[in-house]
């Protein structure tokens, strides 16, 4: 028979071992990935699966000679970050009214625009495609960073209002007592509490608009294609890529999984800001 | 910065340089002229500039990540040399997406590509639906008479060529010298099905993981089905009458199908509904196979020893043939087209006779190797040296030779195509079929219930595209 400590102590190992399961098992095929980057295409293939093997660095060298990778990734750097700059100007002002200005409409918008993330995305392929012909913006960022914007647009919305919501209203009522207008409302009052949920909302676009790819590859061919094009690009019909393939996937995913572990504890804070109140 | 790379809000419409190509005016460097002299005669100076940069074409070129379109795109620093009037600009996608983008673009004139790789099946659907400019007016030196006139007339349509022809391919049976050696077992040159059957036997070897024949199972118009077509051609059989209705509840194609998969189930590798080409050059080069039918292109990956364990022990035969030879082994070909849609159809022109031409191919030999020229176009190709290097090039030219996509099969067709059908509906209908065949190797359903279904469901399509006469 255990004593209670005892079986507190046993519930927290296990609880624990359950969690590193899962993380393990989350990390997994990102391991996988970056292990057969350093395989030969005969290794990578192999039959049992190799855990040891002579590593190279071919794969690496290959993709540094064939592909200008640094074209790739500024161009990801700068549509990730327009689009999430664009759709912050946008979300936050939606998000204050919607919070702070609620009316009988208020809730059904909100479901409404959360609603648009159903359609599929290939519905609207060749209107969008037209669009952007008409526009003279195929191939540019610039059409990348509206569309993405727009296709975040929802949860951006949603996630900032949710932070707002749980900001006490005589707070915003004693800025407006010190004579505060609705911008400085919003920059020196309303910003500074929410930047942890803010920050999760950023962190949280630039990871979706890093790595969308139905549109990247639509719209862009030589010029504006980012990360996610190069990626497709190693695929081939007729021969072994699978090395090749993980070696730039890695360096894709590179960049995204640093700038996440630097700021997984905002992230973290952000995500589960409205959950303990 | 030449003005064509501005964007749009910044620019206007500027004029007509000398060679008759329009240019576009910078607007700020328009309202400068305007304010200040010295900063006009600047402005006018860097338009000058700009002029003779736009005068440089830019030819952007969309093709796929086999070994010989990226060889091309290695070696077209030389073609850049000697055109500093034209600048290359390669996209490289997925097989499937580049299908599907080249599809938008085209249907929507988005003019986004100015040179397309495709396949036999694209150009002449997309030729004869006007969208692929006609290949006339070659240079006398690029001698289209040397190129074969099988590969001609697959990218023709209507007698019109609308694509110069990069590599082609037909089917050949590879297998490993060593072990039929050890087993006693001879390969003739032109082997049947049967014949293939009886050796698998002999050399499967599971408990080793050395399995009889390795074929493709992944299911997809351009996987499972390119091969079970030709051996079901092989049997006599054909995807349709003359009256466009499906023939798979036929003695022939039954046959050819409880043939595929119950040698497979006996003598094929485990999970083999899943291998398409890659899988089973893996399975190949890593000693699992003692024989594999496929693509003729696989002929130079087995040999090479960077990436082939048994690259010293292959050996090659023709495609097996049963009841026919005729339709048993594929004829396929990665080709280049210029989109009616491409706004620099000149320098593309001059970019694709380029790279399909004998002087490329001298190019490949001189600083890749001979063995390493885009095969089955040319018969120049052929050379002494050329058979030498590739010991699989003899077959490969002769398969070539025998091939007719006009009359594929053994009984008259209506259609064009021998691992496949050339019309608008087969993507979907050799999927369809594909994924039936695909269920059948996995034993999910019966081989006569699949055929069945097979039957059925081309039966319905091709009445609704209003085919059947």
Request: proline letters at 6%.
């Amino acid at each position: 028979m255990l004593t209670l400590k005892q079986s507190r102590r046993l519930t927290t190992w296990l609880v624990g071992l359950a969690a590193w399961s899962v993380a393990l098992l989350l990390f997994f095929p990102i391991f996988w990935m970056l292990l057969t980057s350093f395989k030969t295409e005969i290794d990578a293939f192999a039959t049992p699966p190799q855990f040891f093997f002579v590593p190279t660095l071919d794969n690496y060298l290959h993709i540094q000679e064939r592909s200008g990778y640094f074209k790739y990734a500024w161009n990801s750097v700068t549509i990730a970050f327009g689009a999430t700059g664009l759709g912050l100007l946008f979300a936050i002002p939606a998000a204050y009214s919607m919070a702070f200005f609620e009316t009988r409409r208020t809730r059904g918008t909100l479901l409404w625009m959360l609603s648009t993330k159903m359609l599929p995305a290939v519905g609207v392929l060749v209107p969008i495609y037209l669009l952007a012909k008409s526009l003279g913006l195929l191939d540019t960022r610039l059409v990348l960073v509206l569309i993405y914007t727009l296709i975040n647009m929802p949860i951006m919305v949603w996630m900032v209002y949710t932070y707002f919501k749980d900001i006490p209203r005589e707070i915003l009522e004693a800025s407006r007592m010190d004579g505060a207008g609705t911008l400085q409302e919003i920059v020196r009052v309303l910003l500074p509490i929410s930047k942890g949920g803010i920050a999760s909302t950023v962190l949280l676009s630039l990871i979706l608009c890093w790595n969308e790819a139905f549109w990247s590859l639509n719209l862009t061919s030589a010029k504006a294609a980012p990360l996610t094009a190069l990626i497709a690009s190693y695929s081939s019909p007729e021969g072994l890529f699978w090395a090749k393939l993980s070696a730039v996937s890695t360096l894709a995913c590179a960049p995204i999984l640093i700038f996440g572990w630097i700021s997984q504890k905002q992230l973290v804070r952000g995500l589960s800001f409205g959950a303990v109140k | 910065m030449p003005p064509d790379t501005l964007p749009r809000f910044l620019v206007r419409q500027g004029g007509k340089d000398k060679n008759n190509n329009e240019f576009l005016l910078p607007r700020a460097a328009e309202q400068e002229c305007e304010m200040n002299p010295a900063k006009a005669l600047l402005a006018a100076a860097s338009l000058t500039l700009g002029n003779l940069a736009l005068a440089a074409q830019t030819v952007t070129i969309a093709t796929v990540n086999n070994s010989d379109m990226i060889r091309m795109q290695r070696l077209s620093k030389t073609f850049e040399q000697q055109h500093p009037d034209i600048a290359l600009n390669w996209v490289v996608l997925e097989e499937n997406v580049l299908r599907q983008r080249l599809t938008t673009d085209i249907a929507t004139q988005g003019g986004q590509f100015d040179v397309l790789t495709i396949g036999m099946y694209e150009a002449s659907l997309w030729g004869s639906k006007g969208w692929l400019e006609p290949m006339k007016n070659l240079p006398a030196d690029y001698d289209l008479d040397d190129v074969f006139p099988s590969v001609r007339e697959g990218l023709s349509a209507n007698g019109t060529l609308y694509a110069l022809p990069f590599y082609a391919e037909s089917s050949l049976t590879y297998y490993r010298t060593d072990l039929f050696e050890q087993a006693g077992l001879k390969m003739p040159e032109q082997p049947t099905w049967k014949q293939v059957a009886g050796f698998a036997a002999k050399l499967h070897k599971p408990a080793e993981e050395q399995y009889g024949i390795c074929l493709r199972g992944k299911a997809g118009w351009g996987e499972n089905m390119a091969l079970i077509t030709t051996l079901a051609n092989a049997y006599g059989a054909r995807w349709f009458d003359e009256k466009w209705q499906p023939e798979f509840t036929g003695p022939e194609w039954s046959q050819a199908l409880n043939f595929y998969v119950d040698t497979m189930k006996q003598y094929g590798p485990p999970g083999a509904s899943s291998n398409g080409f890659n899988e089973n050059l893996a399975l190949f080069n890593s000693g699992k196979c003692a024989m594999w039918v496929d693509a003729s292109v696989a002929g130079s990956f087995v040999t090479d020893a960077s990436q082939s364990k048994v690259a010293d022990k292959v050996g090659f035969a023709f495609a097996p043939q049963q009841v026919t030879d005729k339709g048993a082994a594929w004829m396929y070909s990665w080709a280049l087209a210029i989109p009616t849609s491409s706004k620099a159809q000149d320098a593309a022109k001059t970019f694709i006779t380029w790279a399909t031409s004998k002087d490329y191919a001298a190019l490949v030999a001189k600083t890749d190797g001979v063995a390493n020229v885009p095969p089955g176009t040319r018969a120049s190709t052929y050379s002494a040296a050329y058979m030498q290097a590739a010991p699989f090039a003899k077959l490969t030219l002769e398969a070539l030779k025998k091939a007719d996509p006009a009359n594929p099969t053994l009984k008259p067709v209506p259609y064009v195509g021998i691992q496949l059908v050339t019309i608008p509906e087969f993507q979907a209908i050799g999927t369809q079929v594909g994924k039936l065949f695909s269920a059948a190797l996995t034993g999910q359903m019966p081989v006569e219930q699949v055929l069945a279904a097979a039957q059925q469901s081309t039966a319905r399509e091709m009445k609704r595209a209003g085919y059947p006469k």
